[in-house]
């Protein structure tokens, strides 16, 4: 029965978590637009949500011949793939944060972080009014 | 937690925009000191940010870190006036290199930027509240 509510419950959990990771993502962008050099960053949901459903990690391995060889560092908790937002209008000091692509996306992922809870609480709702039966 | 790093993130950018700030108003203050506690007149002062990873060292959870705050190299405003004390022996006087223009735009961004992380650490909040109940 566990394992029957984990699977109902993965799907959304995957896309909370990667929602929660995205909103950090843009906090950065949003947190950095004044620094100097810095590059915009994002993760593309769609692909990174269908990855996390399916299992499957993303990060390509290295086959390595002796202890002693270096493998790529694992940067994030999800294994999510970061990208690079490509800018519309580049400054002259090599940020690429456009505040108003940020602000749309942050406000758009926090509705569909509320959206997320708001289905999960429907789920417990449903669990709840099938194990009461009436 | 991702959504914790937000408030970490969001406060590192206000203490560096409060900074940079604090470091416009010392400017605009100063736009007409002649001289200062080292003798030679007062220098505008321009702070640094770069990106520094808060908390657990995670690629994306960047936040905003004051690197140096550097005293403008541009040359001194010389102004004529042979009757001021600390004027040279052509009459002139070495004036603070302090650009008011640019200062009040470094001003308005600074405090735009700061209300924007407000903002955003509000929505985590916000979220964060919201993921206290949830299931309820």
Known sequence: M???????????????????YRQQTLASNVANAD???????D???AKELTRAVDGRGNRIELKTTSARHLLPKQDNPLG???LYRSSVQPSIDGNTVDMDIER?????????????????????????????GQ | MSLSNVFSIAGSAM?????????????????????????????????????????VPMQSAVGVKVKSVIEDPSPLKLVYDPKH????????????????????????????????NVDMANTAKTLLLKTLTMGQ
């Open chain 1, 80 to 82: 999510v793939e970061l």
């Open chain 2, 85 to 116: 004390p600390l004027a040279d022996a052509k009459g002139y006087v070495a004036m603070p290199n302090v650009n008011v223009v640019e200062e009040m735009v470094n001003m308005l961004s600074a405090s735009r930027s700061y209300q924007t």
């Open chain 2, 15 to 55: 203490t560096a925009q409060s900074l940079r700030l604090n470091t416009t108003a010392s400017n605009m203050a100063n736009a007409d000191s002649v001289t200062s506690s080292t003798g030679q007149p007062y220098r505008a002062k321009q702070v640094i940010f770069s990106a520094e990873n808060v908390g």
């Open chain 1, 35 to 41: 620094t100097p050099n810095y590059k915009a960053r």
């Open chain 1, 2 to 20: 566990a394992s029957h509510l984990d699977n109902d419950f993965r799907f959304l959990q995957n896309a909370l978590d990667l929602r929660a």
């Open chain 1, 43 to 45: 993760f593309d949901f």
């Open chain 1, 104 to 132: 749309a996306q942050f406000t758009d992922n926090a509705i569909h972080y509320q959206f997320n809870l708001d289905r999960i609480s429907g789920k417990v709702k449903n669990l709840l009014t099938a194990i009461q």
